[in-house]
């Protein structure tokens, strides 16, 4: 008969495929680099998230029209006016 196959990891890893990958990474990076490697993937994941929610809050600004530049504007047109206001001090 047709015998199913059966994975070599079957599901999420565990104990013993853990210290295989961990094994397998020391000898390719070395046991200094792993650390740095480990901070630079932090990094990497952290400027995403940053970058992946700076263009979500773009999107629901950009959705929400009550929420537009009108305070760029009002902010532009206050500073024209007191540039407008002060007195010249060039003699």
């Known amino acids: 008969m047709h015998d199913p196959i059966v994975p ?8 013993p495929e853990l210290l295989i990958v961990l094994f397998v990474l020391v000898l390719l990076f070395g046991a200094n680099k ?15 998230k ?16 009550s929420s537009g530049d009108s305070s760029t504007t009002t ?4 500073a024209t006016a007191d540039d407008e206001t002060e007195p010249s001090t060039n003699n």
Do not use: C, N
Request: net charge negative; no cysteine.
């Open 8 to 15: 070599l990891f079957p599901g999420l890893p565990g104990g």
């Open 34 to 48: 792993i650390p740095k490697l480990a901070r630079s993937t932090g990094q990497a994941m952290g400027e995403f």
């Open 50 to 65: 940053r970058g992946r929610e700076e263009i979500e809050e773009e999107l629901q600004e950009g959705a929400d029209p």
């Open 75 to 78: 902010t532009e047109e206050t």
